[in-house]
């Protein structure tokens, strides 16, 4: 780059604050005992302001060609993005079938007093686990801003929301210890299938956000109802 921070050492930057920002959640949620949602919600709209406030709202462009091949090149194809989903969903349906620590993470979910109690190192894995979580939000915001070929503060605006509902519809249990990496994937592809028929039956773009609302709501109440079904 002419100007600035060569790409990828600022795409190792953007990681690298990512999992500070993951370890930073797993910090209050397991050492000062900070609600899980009221801690990410906080940063969560804490950093929009702060791209707000750093970009002015303006678009950050300018960005070099190669940065694009990111979010819009093909290998053999094949969208790169989609390489890197079938990656980080390989990795980690090993981790949650096939490893110690995929099994502690389920124990934990499901209990967390029983699988203290067991032995397992419960915060650490906490925190591995939001670490990895934030690293992954923010291998996204490299996507989609290779996607867009610019970098906007206001982009991602209820993501968190539609996260949400793809795991839910996908079998994750709220209450923890439930859930697969293929659930996930198949809830996120219904939720894409609901957004793109929106759009190709010309509904009102008005009316997307009430029907993806009713979408949570429906998924949430499901996973309940499922849960009070159980012995």
């Known amino acids: 780059m002419k100007n600035g921070i060569d790409m990828y050492i ?18 209050f949620v397991t050492k000062l005992n900070v609600p899980p949602f009221i801690i990410t919600l906080g940063t969560l709209t804490a950093a929009r302001g702060l791209a707000s406030v750093i970009t002015k709202g303006w678009p950050i462009i300018g960005l070099p060609e190669k940065f ?8 053999l194809g094949i969208p790169f993005p989609l390489i890197i ?16 620590l995929g099994r502690n993470l389920y124990a934990i979910g499901g209990n967390i007093e029983a699988a203290r109690l067991s032995g397992i ?15 992954l939000a923010g291998v996204t915001g490299i996507i989609i801003a290779s996607r867009l070929s610019q970098g906007q503060a206001g982009v991602g605006g209820g993501y ?11 079998g994750t249990s709220l209450s923890g210890g439930e859930g697969t990496i293929l659930g996930t994937i198949i809830g996120a592809t219904i939720m894409s299938v609901i957004y793109n028929g929106l759009i190709l039956l010309e509904i009102s773009s008005y009316w997307h956000d009430v029907v993806m609302g009713l979408v949570i709501v429906t998924a949430v109440t499901l996973d309940i109802w499922r849960k009070k079904k159980k012995p």
């Open 121 to 135: 190192d419960v915060d650490k894995i906490r925190i591995y686990t939001y670490i990895f979580g934030s690293f």
């Open 10 to 27: 600022s795409i190792l930057l953007v990681l690298l604050m990512s999992s500070i920002i993951g370890l930073w959640h797993g910090f």
């Open 85 to 100: 989903l079938i990656v980080f969903t390989l990795l980690s349906f090993f981790i949650t079938k096939y490893t110690v």
């Open 68 to 75: 694009f091949f990111i979010g819009q090149g093909e290998i």
């Open 160 to 170: 968190e929301l539609s996260a949400i509902a793809a795991a839910v519809i996908g």
